[in-house]
């Protein structure tokens, strides 16, 4: 079957880094995807990989290996406003968009 | 009014009770979703429309039934829920992506459910 696995919670304090890992098992690979979901609120677009190596974005950067099905989501320089679920998504061969449960980020001054 | 908009926000309903909740997209993209997330689990993917055609349909009950009737509106329509169908209903679009439904989605508000 396919699956993806994040960790349920992490709880982080504000000005450090903090890096949430997924690991992912797939009837291929067509990328992988990070959304941003604050509590009450839609999931937003953070970045998107479809080759191994880091993508840089501000204070969010976003690693994958494909042959370890894996990537993390490094948040630097973490702010308040960080706390939120985040949200791993593989598309698989079917180009379909399989989801993983979220990792809650909690984050304390 | 700009990228996906969904109404309501928020419903409760009885058991016998039918009502529909509306999406709708002004990003011009092809595909439309409905996806159910309850708490603590992955986002469930419902329905998934490609260019106004129903392409994925992922074993769900009868009782909640989609409508496209253009590439920018979507609907659900809800009829004798169950109180486990209590949920957090989100609306998603995206462009095709290589003729394909697995590219970036833009997600709306959602609309939260209740079952009584």
């Known amino acids: 079957g396919q699956n993806i696995d994040q960790p349920t919670e992490m709880t982080a304090t504000e000005g450090a880094i903090v890096q949430i890992n997924c690991t992912y098992q797939?009837?291929?690979?067509?990328?992988l995807f990070w959304y941003q979901q604050h509590a009450g609120e839609a999931p937003t677009f953070l970045s998107y990989?479809?080759l191994d190596g880091l993508e840089e974005k501000g204070r969010f950067s976003s690693f994958l290996s494909r042959s370890k099905g894996y990537s993390y989501l490094l948040l630097k320089e973490l702010q308040m406003k960080d706390s939120a679920s985040y949200l791993c998504?593989?598309?698989?061969?079917?180009?379909?968009?399989?989801w993983g449960a979220g990792t809650k980020l909690i984050i304390k001054p | 009014e700009t990228g996906v908009t969904q109404t309501p926000r928020h419903l409760v309903m009885g058991m016998t009770n039918k009502k529909s909740l509306k999406c709708e997209q002004h990003?011009?993209?092809?595909?439309m979703y409905w996806y159910k997330q309850s708490a603590k689990k992955p986002l469930e993917l419902m329905f998934v429309?490609?260019?106004?055609?129903?392409?994925e349909n992922n074993s769900v009950p009868s009782r909640f039934s989609p409508e496209c009737p253009n590439s920018s509106h979507l609907f659900l329509h809800l009829h004798t829920l169950q109180p486990e169908d209590s949920a957090l209903y989100l609306c998603?679009?995206?462009?095709?992506?290589?003729?394909?439904?697995?590219?970036?989605?833009?997600f709306g508000p959602g609309t939260r459910l209740t079952v009584t």
């Open positions: 998603a679009s995206s462009p095709l992506h290589d003729g394909g439904t697995g590219g970036e989605q833009y």
């Open positions: 429309y490609s260019l106004e055609e129903r392409v």
């Open positions: 797939t009837s291929g690979f067509n990328g």
């Open positions: 990989n479809v």
């Open positions: 998504a593989v598309t698989d061969s079917n180009y379909q968009l399989i």
């Open positions: 990003l011009g993209h092809n595909a």
